[in-house]
């Protein structure tokens, strides 16, 4: 209720009404961190790990994900 917004796919929706009521039903196993939604769970495990697989192809530095890569690279002048 007063949520004007329409959405294409009940995940959405469902993220959404989520977003409203503060239910976070996905919880991480090692840390405890609570989310929304799977993806948002996902996305912080990869916290956990010591993999970096996204690199600079500019400066070779690397990242656990292409958000952290993408920000670096809008301000990579190619040095290290």
Same mark, same amino acid.
């Given at each position: 209720?007063?949520?004007? *917004?329409?959405? @294409?796919?009940?995940?959405?929706?469902?993220?959404?009404?989520?977003? !409203? =009521?503060?239910?976070?039903?996905?919880?991480?196993?090692?840390?405890?961190?609570?989310?929304? =939604?799977?993806?948002?769970?996902?996305? @912080?495990?990869?916290?956990?790990?010591?993999?970096?697989?996204?690199?600079?192809?500019?400066?070779?530095?690397?990242?656990?994900?292409?958000? !952290?890569? *993408?920000?670096?690279?809008?301000?990579?002048?190619? !040095?290290?």
């Amino acid at each position: 209720e007063g949520c004007e *917004n329409a959405f @294409h796919s009940k995940y959405d929706l469902v993220s959404r009404v989520r977003r !409203h =009521t503060g239910e976070k039903p996905y919880q991480c196993e090692q840390c405890g961190f609570r989310t929304s =939604t799977a993806a948002g769970l996902r996305t @912080h495990r990869i916290s956990h790990s010591d993999a970096r697989p996204y690199a600079c192809e500019h400066c070779g530095a690397t990242y656990k994900q292409t958000k !952290h890569l *993408n920000r670096h690279q809008k301000s990579c002048t190619g !040095h290290r």
